[in-house]
């Protein structure tokens, strides 16, 4: 296992509360950090230059993914209120009303052609990002839904939640296909393998648990000291970087289920990973104020 310091790694600095996500565009040309400043900033992925600082939310922004072309960003906030944007120009597009509570998760799908959040109302909702239409609630969580994905073909819906479990719904009936069950406490994030083979989920047990795309148990992940707040598959599937509030960053052989590199220099907690699109790079968000991007 091999570490990487800090001075493998180039700091973005300029927001003035924790960084609670990153991710990369389709692309990988840009990257967007969402923060309790309650502002979202999209930076040039290679000179780590500031681009557009999105502001407008009232509250703390929880996260701000791209849509598949890149042409739009989708913020969410302890606000209520999640906001689609314009890329080239920073600008606000329009709003969509109905959660109830926070929103903490918002992803494309992989055609853009649908939005899924997630709320600490204990729904999650799948929208029509085109009209801002809600097109269906998932319920069945008994507690706050903390973040939500879609498969790669798009016929799975990913939730994770505070009740400490991870939920795979039929995003066009939004009936509950399975609960993935065995973290210990709130499970924070949920992701699934690019190849759609694997779903992996980060919690406050400190343990990152992989499923297959049925539900059924494949490995945990040990190796964090304190909670597992995030997962991020690399391009291939083959590797799988973890953040925990321990500051450590881990990347581990997705197969073996073994940790083959740590990466660390962050002063806080470590909130969020991604990887680039091309597998060269991994950007990380941080309660120290800073995203990080490390080359690999």
């Known amino acids: 296992?091999?570490?990487?310091?800090?001075?493998?790694?180039?700091?973005?600095?300029?927001?003035?509360?924790?960084?609670?996500?990153?991710?990369?565009?389709?692309?990988?040309?840009?990257?967007?950090?969402?923060?309790?400043?309650?502002?979202?900033?999209?930076?040039?992925?290679?000179?780590?230059?500031?681009?557009?600082?999105?502001?407008?939310?009232?509250?703390?922004?929880?996260?701000?993914?791209?849509?598949?072309?890149?042409?739009?960003?989708?913020?969410?906030?302890?606000?209520?209120?999640?906001?689609?944007?314009?890329?080239?120009?920073?600008?606000?597009?329009?709003?969509?009303?109905?959660?109830?509570?926070?929103?903490?998760?918002?992803?494309?799908?992989?055609?853009?052609?649908?939005?899924?959040?997630?709320?600490?109302?204990?729904?999650?909702?799948?929208?029509?990002p085109a009209s801002g239409t809600c097109l269906r609630v998932l319920t069945g969580h008994t507690g706050i839904v903390s973040a939500v994905t879609f498969s790669p073909q798009a016929a799975l819906v990913a939730t994770a939640s505070f009740d400490g479990t991870a939920r795979l719904w039929d995003p066009a009936t939004g009936n509950c296909l399975r609960i993935l069950s065995g973290h210990a406490d709130t499970v924070w994030s949920v992701v699934i393998s690019p190849n759609g083979l694997v779903v992996a989920t980060a919690s406050e047990d400190a343990t990152v648990r992989l499923w297959d795309a049925a539900g059924a148990p494949l490995r945990t992940l040990e190796g964090h000291t304190d909670s597992a707040f995030g997962a991020a598959f690399s391009p291939d599937s083959a590797l799988i970087a973890t953040a925990s509030s321990d500051t450590m960053v881990r990347l581990w052989d997705a197969a073996a289920g073994k940790c083959v590199r740590t990466m660390e220099g962050h002063g806080g907690a470590v909130s969020s990973v991604a990887f680039s699109p091309d597998g060269r790079q991994l950007a990380t968000a941080s309660t120290d104020e800073t995203a990080r991007l490390w080359t690999l």
């Open 1 to 128: 296992m091999s570490v990487i310091e800090t001075a493998g790694a180039r700091a973005l600095t300029g927001h003035t509360g924790a960084v609670n996500s990153v991710a990369f565009s389709p692309d990988g040309a840009r990257l967007s950090t969402a923060s309790e400043d309650k502002s979202a900033r999209v930076w040039n992925a290679a000179t780590g230059e500031l681009m557009h600082t999105l502001t407008g939310h009232a509250e703390a922004v929880f996260a701000a993914p791209f849509s598949p072309d890149g042409a739009q960003i989708a913020t969410v906030s302890a606000d209520l209120t999640p906001r689609l944007w314009n890329v080239a120009t920073g600008s606000c597009s329009h709003e969509l009303a109905g959660h109830t509570v926070a929103v903490f998760g918002v992803a494309f799908s992989p055609d853009g052609r649908l939005l899924a959040t997630a709320s600490g109302d204990g729904t999650a909702r799948v929208w029509d």
